[in-house]
């Protein structure tokens, strides 16, 4: 299935060299977009696999497009890039719903790279991002689950992910789509500071989560 993915950054010409890349590695811009609500709007109408976000824009910033983004369309992964490389911008924008978060700076090939990881619900972040989400996670208490960074749903897929069940079957528990236990299987390797299924269940179950 070809990746269409929805490109929101305030400078055209930026945009236009994104496109550029994303076009030549077989991926499909679906549309552009030059702020958070424009983002919306578009994302309403397009229906993106991937929404590539600024966080510094007009009208609405990137952050709060996420946050809304996420409630409009759960199966949209937001894939941030931005210069901003700070604390407060990296933890407001995986908080918000963000799959991934990269640098200005990368180079074309780990765009593409982060752009179809993305497309299957992966996480992807820039090295200076992993350490600064690893460091945060490592301060939190051992054990103690009355400190779990987690949401209500988030526990309850991390439950059934850890006694090895498939997406499809915490949807089927749950009562949502695969897309949606997707998008919360990766903010649990976000959380957790893992890659996959596996090491997820083990952090999970040493921390005293499940």
């Known amino acids: 299935m070809t990746t269409r993915v929805l490109l929101v950054d305030d400078q ?14 077989g ?15 578009a994302s309403e109408k397009l229906r993106p696999n991937v ?15 996420t946050r809304r983004l996420k409630v409009q369309q759960p199966d949209a992964h937001v894939l941030v890039l931005t210069t901003f490389e700070d ?21 074309g090939a780990r765009l593409v790279e982060a752009v179809q990881a ?26 103690d689950v009355s400190l779990s960074p987690f949401t209500d749903r988030e526990n309850e897929v991390l439950a059934l992910l850890a006694r090895g069940a498939s997406n499809k079957e915490i949807a089927a528990a749950l009562f949502v789509t ?31 989560y499940v």
């Open 12 to 25: 055209p010409l930026y945009r236009e060299g994104i496109r550029a890349v994303l076009t030549a590695a």
């Open 51 to 65: 929404v590539l976000m600024d966080l510094q824009m007009p009208v609405m910033d990137g952050v709060m497009a």
């Open 87 to 107: 604390d407060d911008h990296v933890f407001e924008a995986l908080r918000a719903g963000a799959v991934g978060y990269l640098l200005k700076d990368v180079s």
């Open 118 to 143: 993305a497309a299957a619900g992966q996480s992807f972040l820039a090295p200076v991002v992993a350490s600064k989400v690893l460091a945060e996670l490592q301060k939190r208490p051992r054990a």
């Open 178 to 208: 695969e897309g949606t236990v997707k998008n919360h299987v990766t903010q649990l390797f976000i959380k957790l500071g893992v890659s996959d299924r596996t090491q997820a269940a083990l952090k999970a179950r040493e921390r005293g």
């Open 27 to 41: 991926l499909e811009v679906i549309g552009e977009a030059a702020n958070g609500s424009e983002a919306l709007s």
